[in-house]
T-cell receptor
Framework: EAAVTQSPRNKVAVTGGKVTLSCNQT?????MYWYRQDTGHGLRLIHY???????EKGDIPDGYKASRPSQENFSLILELATPSQTSVYFC????????????FGEGTRLSVL | GDSVTQTEGQVALSEEDFLTIHCNYS??????LFWYVQYPGEGPQLLFR?????EKGSSRGFEATYDKGTTSFHLRKASVQESDSAVYYC????????????FGKGAKLTVSP
């Protein structure tokens, strides 16, 4: 069964600390995405990838890095976390092609204190 | 750039009421349009999509028709149930963007028994 798994599901971090959010997909999809979800803003794209070794900036990349070491894994890295990065983060994978619907994970709730 | 506008942030209905959630988009050419639904504690999941002018997408009693003339993809359901309570997102994938979705801000539907 197609799946996107995120870890951790919940994370509390301190301001200035480093945070890594992980995502694994078993769908053999080329494309992977990181979104953040905030009330009043919906879902906004942070970074995405077209395959292993590639990362691209989305609409709101500042303060975030991404890493795609393999087809299955895509990480979001906050080198110096700030309270404004408190949010719910969603990873998704997609086959590519603009009529393909990405499949989402269950989300990671991050609080930066 | 591509964008999606949802005007209703909150929608409160009673069971068996008719539902309309408005979605308008801005994009060149023929983007693919999506409706996603998100239940509490879960990631967004695809409700349905449409790729061509006048195409109707539908699922679980929900439907929307792609209208290029009015750049709209409004979500409708004839008779809502309490179990339909969720957040509904309209999204688009522009031509040549490889399933990179732009989302609206979402509409939270609450249905009372």
């Amino acid at each position: 069964e197609a799946a996107v798994t995120q870890s951790p599901r919940n994370k509390v971090a301190v301001t200035g600390g480093k945070v890594t959010l992980s995502c694994n997909q078993t769908n053999n999809h080329n494309n992977m995405y990181w979104y953040r979800q905030d009330t009043g803003h919906g879902l906004r794209l942070i970074h995405y990838s077209y395959g292993a070794g590639s990362t691209e900036k989305g609409d709101i990349p500042d303060g975030y890095k991404a890493s795609r070491p393999s087809q299955e894994n895509f990480s979001l890295i906050l080198e110096l976390a700030t309270p404004s990065q408190t949010s719910v983060y969603f990873c998704a994978s997609g086959a590519g092609g603009n009529n393909q619907a990405p499949l989402f994970g269950e989300g990671t709730r991050l609080s930066v204190l | 750039g591509d964008s999606v506008t949802q005007t209703e942030g909150q929608v409160a209905l009673s069971e068996e009421d008719f539902l309309t959630i408005h979605c308008n988009y801005s994009a060149s050419g023929y983007p693919t349009l999506f409706w996603y639904v998100q239940y509490p504690g879960e990631g967004p999941q695809l409700l349905f999509r449409a790729s061509r002018d006048k195409e109707k997408g539908s699922s679980r009693g929900f439907e929307a028709t792609y209208d290029k003339g009015t750049t709209s993809f409004h979500l409708r359901k004839a008779s809502v149930q309490e179990s339909d309570s969720a957040v509904y997102y309209c999204a688009l994938s522009g031509q040549g963007t490889g399933s990179k979705l732009s989302f609206g801000k979402g509409a939270k539907l609450t249905v009372s028994p």
